[in-house]
């Protein structure tokens, strides 16, 4: 079965930058996945960040911004601030209807 | 603006079957070309993806759920829903309906306020 792997928690400095990103157990995540990131925050339905691997949805800071590294989805956060300090998911789209959700990474900002 | 609202009862039986229904408004579920879906939050774990509907439909499932799950549509109430049976404390989770985007892109850009669904006796 698919696993989509999250680091688990990472830390930050306000006003520092983080990459978290999004792997496959098995091979390697490309654009074909169309991986997408979410924000969320307690009490609150998640809010998409980035779809397509890099584009920004309405609203978002262009502080947030999406890649493909090292066979990998990235999300990199430039300029990290309080508020940023919550759950962060990744989605790869593996066809034929299938989505997978990675495990999510806890970001601290401190 | 697209708004979405998940209902149903906020405790299952243990053996019994879960239900759940997504009502959309400000959009027709029959005029896209989009997955409707289902996506749960058990309390402190992660979000799993559960399953998604076309309009048509055509359904599509997490292969961990898929021997309990089903997932339908009514067009003419502009509905779907989620049917789970079998649960245990396993599926105490928040439930959450969104839209899937096709046409290249395949993210949930609309989502519920979630329903936190219990399974105890």
């Known amino acids: 079965q698919t696993v989509v792997t999250q680091e688990p928690s990472f830390s930050v400095s306000p006003g520092g930058t983080v990459t978290l990103t999004c792997g496959l157990t098995?091979?390697?995540?490309?654009?074909?996945?169309?991986p997408s990131w979410y924000q969320e925050t307690p009490g609150q339905a998640p809010r998409t960040l980035i779809y397509?691997?890099?584009s920004r949805s309405s609203g978002v800071p262009d502080r947030f911004s999406g890649s493909i590294l090292e066979n990998k989805a990235a999300l990199t956060i430039t300029g990290a601030q309080a508020d940023d300090e919550c759950d962060y998911y990744c989605?790869?789209?593996?066809?034929?209807?299938?989505?997978?959700f990675g495990g999510g990474t806890k970001l601290t900002v401190l | 603006q697209l708004q979405l609202q998940e209902s149903g009862p906020g405790l299952v039986k243990p053996s019994e079957t879960l239900s759940l229904t997504c009502t959309v408004s400000?959009?027709?579920?029959?005029?896209?070309?989009?997955?409707w879906g289902w996506i749960r939050q058990p309390p402190g774990k992660g979000l799993q993806w559960i399953g998604n509907?076309?309009?048509?439909?055509?359904?599509y499932y997490n292969p961990s759920l898929k021997s309990r799950l089903s997932v339908s549509v009514d067009t003419s109430k502009n509905q779907f829903s989620l049917t789970l049976s079998s649960v245990t404390a396993a599926d105490t989770a928040v439930y959450y309906c969104?839209?899937?985007?096709?046409?290249?892109?395949?993210?949930?850009?609309?989502w519920g306020q979630g329903t936190l669904v219990t399974v105890s006796s």
């Open positions: 969104a839209r899937q985007l096709r046409s290249g892109m395949y993210h949930f850009d609309y």
């Open positions: 400000g959009g027709s579920i029959s005029s896209s070309f989009d997955y």
């Open positions: 509907i076309f309009h048509t439909g055509s359904a």
């Open positions: 098995s091979g390697s995540v490309s654009s074909d996945y169309h």
């Open positions: 397509s691997t890099n």
């Open positions: 989605v790869l789209y593996m066809g034929n209807g299938i989505s997978v």
